[in-house]
Every structure is written in C-alpha cells, then in structure tokens.
C-alpha cells in the first residue's frame, strides 16, 4: 500500500492553501491535522475569550476565593523552593506594569504605614478626612493646595488619634511639645505685641 504524504492543506475557514506546518495536529481526522489552521484557530479562540471574558473572569475569581489558603500556601512554597525563578518573575512582570508598580507601591505603601503605625486602616483615613471636610483640623488648609496628604495626628502619651493635620500644624505643635501652657503662651505673646501695634 503506497502512503502519501502531505505537504500542503486547505484551510476551511480562510480558504487559503497552506504548508501542514500551519496547521496543528489532531487525532480526530485522517490526515492528523486540524481543519482550520493556526491563524484562524489563534483569531477564532480569542474571540471566543473576549465574548466570555466576563463569565471567565467571575470563574476565576470564585475559583480563587473557594481555594483561597491553598493558594497561598502553594505560592509561598513554590517561591522558597525557586527564589531566583520567583525574583525574575516578579522583574519582568513590574517592567511590564511600571505604571501599576507607581499606583500600587505607593497605595500599598501606604496602607502598611497607618495599619503599622497608628493601627488604622485606609477608609479609616478617608472617613476621618471626610469629617473634617478634608481640611486641616487646626489651620483649615486643603492638602490639594500643597499636594501633600494631611498627617495623622496623635498623642504621644496615650497613642490616641486626635485628627489629620497639615505638615506644618503637624510640625508646629510638636516643635511646641504638645503643650497647652506653651501653645496658650504663644498666642498671648502674638496677642500682646497686636496690641502694642495698634497704640503705636
């Protein structure tokens, strides 16, 4: 029995002859190659992705949450038994993402420092700068003004969160030791020399 052997295929989507490297192997036909070549398979599956993206993407995310600590743990052991592997992956990925390595450093970053630091968390934050109509508690500035974030305010003594100020309030009452005496001294010295304008 003579085997012939196949050099060239019709695509039966684009229509087009093409050499049987274009074409993926199958079991499912006689001649062991897909129908439709790689081109027209490529272009058919991402279509296919785009118009179920949303459906995929609720299943991978349930798919995360339902194994959610297996997840981890299997990460966490796969980076300590492949460190290098790991360092290059996360390289190449936030060369990739340079504009997300921004957003999210410095939004993470910062989560970290309020959770760590006065043990308050982000919307914490938010709905403590929300009441005070996003302005500085003392000296009533917007942080917009000098684009800087207002800072967290507490007392040394008892750690309690008092409010969100400016840097320079910030600064301000700290350089005056928290002290009442000391601050209320201040204004009567201010005060005072008003006064001694206003006579002369």
């Known amino acids: 029995m003579i085997s012939v052997i196949i050099t060239e295929k019709r695509c039966t989507k684009c229509g087009e002859i093409k050499s049987v490297d274009s074409f993926t192997k199958t079991k499912a036909t006689k001649d062991k190659l897909h129908s439709n070549c790689k081109l027209c398979r490529g272009v058919a599956k991402k279509l296919s992705r785009a118009l179920n993206l949303p459906k995929q993407l609720a299943k991978e995310a349930e798919?995360?949450?339902?194994?959610?600590?297996?997840?981890?743990?299997?990460?966490?052991?796969?980076?300590?038994?492949?460190?290098?592997?790991?360092?290059?992956?996360?390289?190449?990925?936030?060369?990739?993402?340079?504009?997300?390595?921004?957003?999210?450093?410095?939004?993470?970053?910062?989560?970290?420092?309020?959770?760590?630091?006065?043990?308050?968390?982000?919307?914490?934050?938010?709905?403590?700068?929300?009441?005070?109509?996003?302005?500085?508690?003392?000296?009533?500035?917007?942080?917009?003004?000098?684009?800087?974030?207002?800072?967290?305010?507490?007392?040394?003594?008892?750690?309690?969160?008092?409010?969100?100020?400016?840097?320079?309030c910030n600064m301000a009452i700290g350089l005056l030791k928290e002290d009442k005496h000391i601050l209320r001294n201040a204004i009567h010295y201010l005060e005072e020399f008003e006064s001694g304008n206003e006579k002369s």
């Open 63 to 168: 798919y995360r949450e339902r194994r959610r600590e297996f997840l981890r743990t299997y990460h966490k052991d796969w980076c300590r038994a492949n460190p290098e592997a790991n360092k290059s992956h996360k390289q190449q990925w936030l060369e990739r993402n340079k504009e997300y390595k921004k957003l999210h450093y410095k939004t993470k970053g910062r989560e970290i420092y309020l959770e760590k630091t006065y043990g308050i968390t982000e919307k914490d934050y938010q709905d403590m700068l929300l009441n005070q109509g996003g302005l500085c508690a003392i000296c009533g500035t917007s942080p917009e003004n000098r684009n800087r974030s207002l800072h967290v305010d507490h007392c040394h003594d008892s750690d309690q969160i008092r409010g969100l100020l400016c840097p320079d």
